[in-house]
């Protein structure tokens, strides 16, 4: 009865979700990082790394919603 309502498909849209959501955490600790690194270490390039690193994250967070309304 139960493996009625919930179908494979259900599942496999949690379990996507659920990564895409790791993977946000992962950018989230990417900026955390960048942001000790250039604090830490003055080489001259940290405006660009910083723009890498948070352009990353506002990517993985478009995804991430995306696949939210998406799937």
């Given amino acids: 009865m139960i493996l009625e309502i919930i179908s494979l498909w259900f599942i496999v849209k949690l379990l996507f979700l659920f990564a895409l959501a790791i993977y ?36 993985a967070i478009l995804v991430f919603l995306t696949a939210l309304f998406v799937l």
């Fill in 24 to 59: 946000l955490i992962f950018a989230m600790v990417v900026v955390r990082q960048v942001y000790l690194m250039t604090e830490t270490v003055k080489v001259g390039f940290e405006f660009p790394v910083r723009i890498i690193a948070w352009t990353f994250l506002f990517s």
